[in-house]
Each structure stands twice: as C-alpha cells, then as structure tokens.
C-alpha cells in the first residue's frame, strides 16, 4: 500500500510540475504578436473623418472608453469624457473577472507608437505585451480593412488629451492563463463594396460587434446561438437585462422590415429625441445598448446589417429583455 501511495504521490507531483511549467510557459511566452515597428499613420482629414465614425457609430469604442451617463437613457457618454476610459465590466455581469476601459486619449497614448497602438485593436496587446480580456472585440477588428484600422488610429490622435488614469483589470483563473493564447496577429479583410449587401453586410455586422451582445455568454464563453439574444445583464438596482433575439425568427426581427430596422436606430439622431432620465428608484427601464451612437450609422450601413442578419440562422428564442428588481 505504501509503495502505492508513493507512486500515487510521485505522480501528482510529476502532474503539478507539468501544470504549473505550461501555466508559466503560457503567461510568460504568450501572447507572442510582434509590433509593426515600421508604421507610421498618417493623419489626413479623410481618415480622421472615417475613424471618427466608425470609433463614435459603428465600433463604437467610446461606448466604453468614455464616462457614460447611466441616469440618463442608453448611458450616453458624458460631454467632456470621450476617450477618457473608466467603463467597468465584472463578475455581477457575467465576466470572469473585473475589466475597465482604458484612457484613449492622447494623454495615456502619447508613448505609444502606431505600431502598438495597432496591435492593441487587432490583436488584443497593450503596450508592455500583456493580452486584454475580449469584451475589447479585437478578434473582430483583426479582420477589419486595415485603411479603417488606420483611420482609426488617425482619430484617437486628434482627441482631446484627458488626464484620467484607472485601475488595473483582474481575470479570474483560468481565464487569467486562457487569455494569453486568444491574441493572434491580424487577418485584415478589405470591405467589400456595397453593392455585395451580404458581405458588405457581414463585414459592417463584425465591425459593430453585433454577436457580441446579442449571444449568450456565460463566463466570457459563448453558450447560445449567434443574435439569438440571451446575454445577461445584472443592473445596479438589481434588475436584469437581458440581450433580445436579433435573427429573423418570428421571436426576434422575422417582422421586421430593412425600414422598420433602419429607423429604430434613427429615431435616436432626430432632432427632436431627447434621451429621457431613468429613475433607478422606479426601477425604469434601462440599457447598455448605445442607441444614440449606432443612431450616428449611415441608412447604407444599418441596411447592409439588416441585409445580413437575413442571411444568419434564424432560432427560436423569446427572450424576457428586462426583469424587474425582486421579480
């Protein structure tokens, strides 16, 4: 029995050496993504115009990094904060760990080179080579054109500097070791024309992260269907939101038309909307969801997504968007 036990033991000691020498491997060689040393972007009206749409309406970037008014609805960020970072994402909203936004502005980037900041959208890798959580959607932004990752790039340079500093994000284990080996290097895809509604519409879906809401998420890992809906929010107040389905099945948008589609989101840029003031006392509706910024989207772009969620699976799921507090 007791050469057993000591086989048994030898054993476990062999399994935890290996264990802990491939945690080590991994957290210490990974993510292994080198920065494009040469590049220079530069910063002509033209791409700060397109980096600024696609940064304020269609990846929207300062949905996060920025500080958003969460008593007012839809959380529009606040005047004066764009780029400025501060958003949290933790373990109340179904994240395997607390995650906030950083500083974009030029006061927190003023060190980076556009080689890094490149890699950090399309790859997931700050500065010092450490791999961000991917509630950051850069493994949808490593397939955009890379000219709109440039304008990008060109954009946050032109933002008021913001001194702002935050504390650092903390991912529980495993996901602290997993998030090591998801950075890759990027996969740029040109945009198509838009005369090619599917892939043109594919290619504006991905860059607005569209699956990355509307998917049922548990732990930082997709557990349902892609647009079915489903992703859990649990609100300050104690009530819950949930993400509704957006495939074409009739308990998502299968009565929808591209009009109706298009003008949900632009009933939020007329002149006359005015975002109503959620009382959380009330226990008010409220969402995550930035209909003031997607509202920004040209008719051409919010078409082409309708035009390819008509192309994605449609699946039965009625999804209960908001639950009360104490229901």
């Known amino acids: 029995m007791k050469k057993v036990l000591k086989v048994l033991l030898g054993l476990l000691v062999i399994i935890i050496l290996i264990f802990g020498g491939a945690v080590l491997y991994v957290t210490q060689a990974l993510p292994d993504v080198p920065v494009p040393e040469d590049l220079t972007v530069e910063v002509t009206p033209e791409r700060v115009a397109r980096g600024e749409y696609l940064a304020n309406h269609v990846c929207v970037c300062m949905d996060?990094?920025?500080?958003?008014d969460w008593n007012?609805?839809?959380?529009?960020?606040?005047?004066?904060?764009?780029?400025a970072g501060g958003d949290k994402f933790d373990r109340t909203m179904q994240f395997p760990g607390e995650f906030v936004a950083r500083n974009i502005t030029p006061f927190a980037l003023k060190d980076w080179s556009d080689g890094e900041i490149y890699r950090a959208i399309t790859s997931g890798v700050s500065k010092d080579g450490h791999p961000f959580f991917p509630i950051m959607p850069y493994p949808n932004f490593?397939?955009?054109?890379?000219?709109?990752?440039?304008?990008?790039?060109?954009?946050?340079?032109t933002l008021d500097p913001i001194e702002a500093t935050h504390g650092p994000s903390e991912a529980d284990f495993p996901v602290s070791v997993i998030m090591h080996m998801i950075p890759e290097e990027p996969h740029p895809t040109p945009r198509p024309d838009p005369s090619d509604a599917k892939a043109y519409g594919?290619?504006?879906a991905n860059a607005a992260g569209c699956v990355e809401?509307?998917?049922?998420?548990?732990?930082?890992?997709?557990?349902?269907?892609?647009m079915a809906g489903g992703f859990t929010f649990n609100m300050p107040n104690g009530a819950v939101l949930r993400s509704p389905n957006i495939t074409m099945h009739e308990s998502g948008l299968g009565g929808w038309t591209r009009a109706m589609f298009i003008q949900r989101f632009k009933q939020y840029a007329d002149s006359n909307y005015v975002a109503p003031k959620v009382d959380w006392a009330k226990a008010e509706f409220q969402t995550i969801m930035p209909w003031s910024m997607y509202a920004g989207m040209t008719e051409q772009d919010l078409g082409a997504i309708y035009d390819y969620l008509k192309t994605v699976q449609p699946v039965a799921n009625q999804v209960v968007t908001w639950t009360p507090p104490g229901s």
């Open 142 to 157: 490593n397939k955009m054109d890379t000219e709109d990752i440039y304008s990008i790039i060109a954009y946050l340079r």
């Open 213 to 226: 809401c509307h998917t049922e998420t548990v732990q930082g890992e997709k557990v349902g269907k892609p």
């Open 64 to 68: 996060c990094h920025s500080v958003r």
């Open 72 to 83: 007012t609805f839809a959380a529009p960020p606040t005047p004066g904060t764009l780029g």
């Open 202 to 204: 594919a290619y504006m």
